[in-house]
T-cell receptor
Framework: DSGVTQTPKHLITATGQRVTLRCSPR?????VYWYQQSLDQGLQFLIQ???????AKGNILERFSAQQFPDLHSELNLSSLELGDSALYFC????????????FGPGTRLTVL | AQSVTQPDIHITVSEGASLELRCNYS??????LFWYVQSPGQGLQLLLK??????LVQGIKGFEAEFKRSQSSFNLRKPSVHWSDAAEYFC??????????????FGTGTRLTIIP
C-alpha cells in the first residue's frame, strides 16, 4: 500500500459524458501527478500540481482538467468523453516539487461505451 | 526530450533462473532513473531508483539495477526469480523541467512470465 488513494476504482460511462476522478496523496506529500495508461499510448504524464498550483503539463487534452484543493487532494475532470479515453488513470504523489520518488495509487479504470 | 526504451516486450523465465530486463534512456543531463512493477489489476510499485552516487542500486524483493552512463542503460537484474515476480516492469526517467519540477517518462514495459 503506497498510501495514495484513488476513487472510484472502476468507472463505466457513455460517450459525451463527464466524470471526475479523485486522488488523495500520501500524508505530507505536496505534489500530485496524474498519468494515463492505455494500450496504444502506454503510460503518459498528464499534469502535476504542487501545493495547489499547476506546475507542469504533459499530454493532457483540452477536454481534461485538474485541480488540487487546500487539503491537497486532487481531482481530474474528463469531459466530452470519447471511446479513446478508456484507460487506467493513475495518481502519484511526492514530497516536493522535484527530485523525489513518486508513489502511485491503485488507479481508476475508466471505460467509455 | 527524454525517452525510455525497453526493447523486450515479453520475457519468459524459469523459476529460479536469473533475470535481466533491459532499459535504455535518452536524456541530456544526468537522469533520475526508476524501475516500477505493476501486477495485474494493481498500481505501480517502486522497485528501486537511482539519483546519484553508487551506480549499482539495490531495491526491494531482491532486485538490483546498474546505471551505465556510457551505455545510457539502467538494466534490472535478479539472481533467482520467484513465481510471484510475474508482472509488468516499467523503466522510467525523471527529468527536470525549466520550472524545476519533474515528470516521469516511462518505457513501454516488459511483461515477465515465470514458468515452473
Amino acid at each position: 500500500d503506497s498510501g495514495v488513494t484513488q476513487t472510484p476504482k472502476h468507472l463505466i460511462t457513455a460517450t459525451g459524458q463527464r466524470v471526475t476522478l479523485r486522488c488523495s496523496p500520501r500524508s505530507g506529500d505536496l505534489s500530485v501527478y496524474w498519468y494515463q495508461q492505455s494500450l496504444d499510448q502506454g503510460l503518459q504524464f498528464l499534469i502535476q500540481y504542487y501545493n495547489g498550483e499547476e506546475r507542469a503539463k504533459g499530454n493532457i487534452l483540452e477536454r481534461f482538467s485538474a485541480q488540487q484543493f487546500p487539503d491537497l487532494h486532487s481531482e481530474l475532470n474528463l469531459s466530452s468523453l470519447e471511446l479513446g479515453d478508456s484507460a487506467l488513470y493513475f495518481c502519484a504523489s511526492s514530497v516536493g516539487l522535484a527530485g523525489g520518488t513518486q508513489f502511485f495509487g491503485p488507479g481508476t479504470r475508466l471505460t467509455v461505451l | 526530450a527524454q525517452s525510455v526504451t525497453q526493447p523486450d516486450i515479453h520475457i519468459t523465465v524459469s523459476e529460479g533462473a536469473s533475470l535481466e530486463l533491459r532499459c535504455n534512456y535518452s536524456y541530456g543531463a544526468t537522469p533520475y532513473l526508476f524501475w516500477y512493477v505493476q501486477s495485474p489489476g494493481q498500481g505501480l510499485q517502486l522497485l528501486l531508483k537511482y539519483f546519484s552516487g553508487d551506480t549499482l542500486v539495490q531495491g526491494i524483493k531482491g532486485f538490483e539495477a546498474e546505471f551505465k552512463r556510457s551505455q545510457s542503460s539502467f538494466n534490472l537484474r535478479k539472481p533467482s526469480v520467484h513465481w510471484s515476480d510475474a508482472a509488468e516492469y516499467f523503466c522510467a526517467v525523471g527529468a527536470r523541467t525549466n520550472f524545476g519540477n519533474e515528470k516521469l517518462t516511462f518505457g513501454t514495459g516488459t511483461r515477465l512470465t515465470i514458468i515452473p
